[in-house]
């Protein structure tokens, strides 16, 4: 048993009768000193047992005189006598008082210590005792090789040197662990999943959220173009129902008490469905001239077109504007366009283009009047044309030559063109079409 510093301990005896009896059985018991001292090591005992008819075991308990001077374990005897109705079977059993003081004590307790990451870390002990005292270090509860003085010292700690640490002082008398002391590593924050771009539909929900270590309480801000986000402190940023004035870079800036970092730049898209601001315009046009249709729409890019002619798609017409090159006839009817992206499409409003058929010219020379060696042309064009007045002495032969070339923008239009008499006795004029005016 050991020792105690005070008298709260006590050594038990166990007596035993070998066989329940018939009659009451009664022996006498007294301590004696061996190397331990009746009076200073223990108190005295002394006394008779009593079994009663059925009875078979008792107990004697003798106290043990507890101190704190360090001393080798001690021992005395419990001694049985003068049995009634029985006999002794093993007279004495041996009580050990176990010593437990030590020789050793701490005066100076290591302390807990909080230190940045990389920094160097020094804990101590202070430590009474008799003779040489020796000390072991341990971090969480594992011996520390190399680390047997009063001070351990930690250079460029890392996480991993965080924990508990603990010293076992030791002389010849003893030994005596001291209590821990806890090392704390201030790692400052590194981001280790950085926060993804996104594209996603107008009125969506978006979340952008990032990964960090580093000792806490870690702080976070993000932000939007630069500019801090108002309650924008955690390590998730949630955005409901964004608006394209949502769509942009975002970054978030996280800290703690040995520094900050900032993410990379997640970017936002907001994809816009195609809409129509300006629609094609219906057309009336004479035949062969060029005809241009075209629409105005706004979406998120690429945009694409169809357009379609009474309802079926044009091949190729996949721009925004459409031209109809020396348009005819047979292509008046109803235009619209599919504008469409990744997002959606929509349709335009059907244009209408009505197309008229071209005048004939009908050039014709209505009369020639002749004066001395004057002759006077007199002749009719139509609008929009361009003719040639041409003359030639003797037909069939000869070739034709130019007199004038006229241009009727608009019309019909009456001309009168001079020319002298010379060459032959006969003069032949014709009118030419050359052309429509554009």
Known sequence: ????????????FSVSLSTAGGKTVSVEYATINETATVGSDYAPASGALTFNPGE????????VV?????????FFLMILANPLNASIGRGQGRGTILNDDSSVSITTQPKDLTISLGGSATVSVTAAGSGALSYQ??????????????????????????????VVVTNSGGA?????????????????????????????????????????????????????????TNSALNLNNVQPTDAGTYTVVVGNSEGFVTSASATLTVLLAPTITQHPQSQNVEADVDVSLSVTAMGSEPLSYQW????????????ATLVLTNAQPAQAGTYLVVVSNSVGSVTSAAAGLTINSVPEAFPRI???????NTINILFTVAATFEFALERIDSLPAGNWTTMTNISAKTGPLSVVVSDS?????????RLKVIGRIR
């Open 1 to 12: 048993m050991s020792e105690g510093d005070k008298r709260t301990t006590s050594v038990a």
């Open 56 to 63: 078979t075991n008792k107990m004697i308990f003798v106290l």
């Open 66 to 74: 507890g101190d704190t001077a360090v001393e080798r374990d001690e």
């Open 137 to 166: 270090w341990k971090f969480n509860g594992t011996d520390i090789s190399g680390a047997a003085s009063p001070t351990l010292s930690l250079d460029n700690v890392q996480p991993a040197n965080a924990g508990f640490y603990t």
């Open 176 to 232: 005596i662990s001291s209590a821990p002391a806890t090392l704390i590593v201030l790692v400052p924050p590194s981001i280790t999943q950085q926060p993804q771009s996104q594209t996603v539909t107008l009125a969506a929900n978006v979340t952008l959220s990032v990964s960090v270590t580093g000792s806490d309480p870690l702080i976070y801000q993000w932000r939007f173009l630069g500019d801090d986000i108002t309650g924008a």
């Open 308 to 319: 379609n002619f009474n309802g079926n798609a044009i091949a190729g017409a996949t721009s």
């Open 366 to 372: 209505d009369r020639i009047e002749h004066s001395g």
């Open 421 to 429: 008499i010379s060459g032959g006795p006969q003069l032949f004029y």
